[in-house]
């Protein structure tokens, strides 16, 4: 059975940084390309990063420049570096994998960024 779990989401001001963790049991992790995914409050869910299993990266307009996806095969895991937050990125961020398989959906990390 497929497990995500996501971590390393908080609180944090303007401008700051966070790093999101997603460790990856279950699957054949390192063949399927793997996304990063937030949901606002009363919104839906949105991809907003991507990245192949060769590494090749896509991002949403709103976060390009500023957050950078990454895994590691090895590990089963895949990472989001946020930099340079802002209001409103505030969302539950989910991993999955692109396109996302509906049973896969874990329980988010949420990030908050306020002052």
């Known amino acids: 059975q497929v497990q995500l779990v996501e971590s390393g989401g908080g609180l944090v001001q303007p401008g700051e940084s966070l790093r999101l963790s997603c460790a990856v049991s279950?699957?054949?992790?390192?063949?399927?390309?793997m996304g990063w995914y937030r949901q606002a409050p009363g919104r839906q869910r949105n991809l907003i990063a991507r990245i192949g299993s060769a590494g090749t990266t896509n991002y949403a307009g709103s976060v390009k420049g500023r957050f950078t996806i990454s895994r590691d095969n090895a590990k089963n895991t895949v990472s989001l570096q946020m930099n340079g937050l802002k209001p409103e990125d505030t969302a539950v961020y989910y991993c999955?994998?692109?396109?996302?398989?509906?049973?896969?959906w874990g329980q988010g990390t949420q990030v908050t960024v306020s002052s």
């Open positions: 999955n994998q692109y396109p996302p398989e509906a049973d896969y």
């Open positions: 279950g699957s054949r992790f390192s063949i399927y390309a």
